[in-house]
């Protein structure tokens, strides 16, 4: 069996059990929203009478978070990328993010972007592998800085011993299958390092790749900060945007469409235990995603469609 027929149903059975964990997730979200629905029609009346100045500069936070994308994925290639179409496709993988689980429609948009502009599939999977790396890293040294900040705020759970050594055997189960795949594994990341040498040569794309990164998870903590002020939420911005990316860093484990109903959940129940009141929390979450998600889907998907019609993708 070659390479190829070997990932057909390795993929269908992760996209099968990552459809239905997505089921779960958003059954468990509906369970909590019954329960907390006065909480809820609360937050719906404070956003309707929130600061309309905070929700535009929230607004433009999110708008500014394609150019950074655009960015990063620039960054990411040596090769120059056509800047219009770039953002365009930006614009178009957020909408279909909130569409497919885990990342698969922002993946999959770029992925077919990058090689409609010449690159081979192995050179494009590896472009967006640095992206993502280096959106990690980023993410990670923010939340570490802020942390220091606003000591005492992250708290981490106490885990049983128990169910560390469950984990830590599952692990070396998964672990023993794996270890066939290592001689293609050890190629992949050979290229991906070959790929970051290539893109680190270059002083511009590597500023490039790194600023966008930054800029992009700022900007979302910007955005999430704005909408806060705007709902009079009695938190400090440095608060809130350590939340944020702590509470997306978690939600990103769970495989639903753009965070939809996990990510929600988190940043509320984090928003909450910080210190807002939970109206406040619930109102600002949903404004948030107000910006983020719900006024950005239908303009997304029409450009995706355009995007398609025009073979850019």
């Known amino acids: 069996m070659t390479p190829e027929q070997y990932a057909v149903p390795l993929t269908r059975r992760r996209a099968l059990w990552q459809t239905l964990l997505t089921l779960a997730v958003l059954v468990a979200v509906g369970l909590l929203a019954r329960r907390h629905w006065p909480v809820l029609e609360t937050g719906v009346g404070r956003l309707a009478v929130a600061d309309p100045g905070w929700l535009l500069v929230g607004a433009t936070a999110v708008a500014a978070t394609w150019l950074c994308s655009a960015l990063a994925l620039q960054g990411a290639v040596p090769q120059p990328l056509p800047a219009g179409r770039l953002v365009a496709a ?9 569409v497919l689980p885990a990342g698969l429609g ?18 494009s999977l ?17 939340i570490a800085v802020l942390a220091l900040a606003c000591p005492g705020l992250l708290r981490l759970p106490h885990v049983p011993g128990v169910f560390v050594a469950g984990v830590l055997a599952a692990v070396c189960l998964a672990a023993l299958p794996a270890g066939r795949l290592w001689p293609r594994c050890r190629k992949l990341l050979a290229t991906v390092s ?34 806060a ?23 990103a484990l769970l495989p639903t469409p ?20 939970g109206a406040a929390a619930a109102s600002a979450v949903l404004g948030y995603r107000l910006l983020t998600v719900w006024l950005p889907l239908i303009p997304g998907l029409l450009v995706l469609a355009v995007l398609v019609r025009r073979k850019a993708l």
């Not at 930006?90 to 909130?98: D, L, P, V």
């Not at 590896?126 to 923010?142: E, M, P, S």
């Not at 996990?262 to 210190?275: E, I, M, Q, R, Y």
């Open 126 to 142: 590896t472009a967006l592998a640095v992206k993502t790396a280096a959106g990690g890293l980023v993410r990670g040294t923010l």
């Open 258 to 277: 753009g965070g939809l109903g996990s990510l929600d959940a988190v940043l509320a129940l984090a928003l909450t235990a910080a210190g807002a009141p």
């Open 229 to 251: 002020q705007a709902v009079d939420l009695s938190l400090h911005p440095a608060r809130v945007a350590l939340v944020y990316l702590a509470a997306s860093s978690a939600a």
């Open 106 to 123: 922002a993946g999959a948009v770029n992925l077919r972007f990058l090689m409609r502009c010449g690159l081979p599939a192995a050179r």
């Open 90 to 98: 930006q614009f178009a993988a957020s909408a279909a993010n909130h």
């Open 194 to 227: 070959a790929d970051v040498r290539a893109v680190h040569a270059l002083p511009q794309r590597a500023a490039a790749l790194w600023g966008g990164s930054l800029a992009f998870a700022a900007l979302h903590a910007v955005a999430l900060v704005a909408v």
